[in-house]
Structures are given as structure tokens and as C-alpha cells.
């Protein structure tokens, strides 16, 4: 019986999707809770990761995946908290732009400082998402807000997102050998 090659390359985005919206869930179980009701966690590496190994549109597709499950009542976001109350929350502008984020450092450009510029241009609108929502949920003004809930996150994004893109080069390989064989 032959395979055809699209159907075989469907599936394996199929379950890339899957997976890769598992590892987000997982990723933002990794949390260290901080008065601002916006915890530190490990979303940022998760999405930058997956999105670096599948690209744009799995990488958005995944995380759009993600979102929805959490806001349907799956325990995926921080905390193993899950509903439309946590998107409508103060951390709810994060998880909408880890969508945004994604598609951004899913983008393969010819060199990887190339990406890794994407993939930091895809969190400041994850930022500016976030610090938005938390702006006008929490009564508080643009530049508080960046204080409270993106400064103190600044430097473990951005390293997280370095690492992610480093970490999806072998990763990649790994996966074009295992789909071509």
C-alpha cells in the first residue's frame, strides 16, 4: 500500500500540533507566583520552541490550539487554572499574543540572529498585549503596568527565546530525517 506524501506531511503537523500544544501546557506549569497576579513561567520558551521547530504556522496553530483548550476549562494555563474567566484575567493579554509571538518566531529567516530578531519583535506585542489588558483590568496606567508585569520578565524572555531558537536547530534536523525516512 502506498503512502501519499502529502497525507503523511498533513499528519505529521496534525500531531505536531498536538504535541507542541502539549509542551506549551506543560511549559507554563513551571510557575513562580508574584503579587501582580501575572506569575513567572516558562510560556515564553515553550512558544518561542515550537514555533522555532514547526515554523509559523504550526507554531501559531499550536498555540491557538492551547488557548482554546485552556479556554474551554482545560487546566493548561499557569497554575493548571483552564476557562474563558483566565483569557478575560489579568494574565489573559499574554496568552492572547503568545499567538501573535508564534507566528513570529516561527519565521525562518536566513540567519538565526535574522529569527531571533522576529521571535523578539513577537514578544513585544506579546508584551504590549499583555501590559494592555493588565492596564485596564487592574486600573492602572501604561507605564505602571510595564513596570509591574514586563520589566521584572524582561531578561528571562529574552533568554528564553535565544535558547529556543539554538535548541530548534537540532531538533529540526532530527525531525526532517525522522518525516524523509
Known sequence: METNKKTTIKTVQIVM???????IAVSAQVTLPLP?????TLHTFGVALCAAVGGSLTGTVSTAVYVLLGAVGVPVFASMRGGFDVLLGPTGGFLFGFIV???FCGIKAKHLWSRTGFSLI??????LCGAVQYALLMQKDMITSITLVVLPFMLKDVLSIIAAQ????????????LIHE
Open 36 to 40: 501582580t497576579q501575572v506569575p513567572i
Open 17 to 23: 500540533c498536538a504535541l507542541f500544544a502539549a509542551i
Open 166 to 177: 539554538y535548541m530548534a536547530i537540532p531538533i529540526r534536523k532530527a525531525l526532517a530525517n
Open 101 to 103: 509571538m508564534a507566528f
Open 122 to 127: 513577537g514578544l513585544v506585542v506579546c508584551y
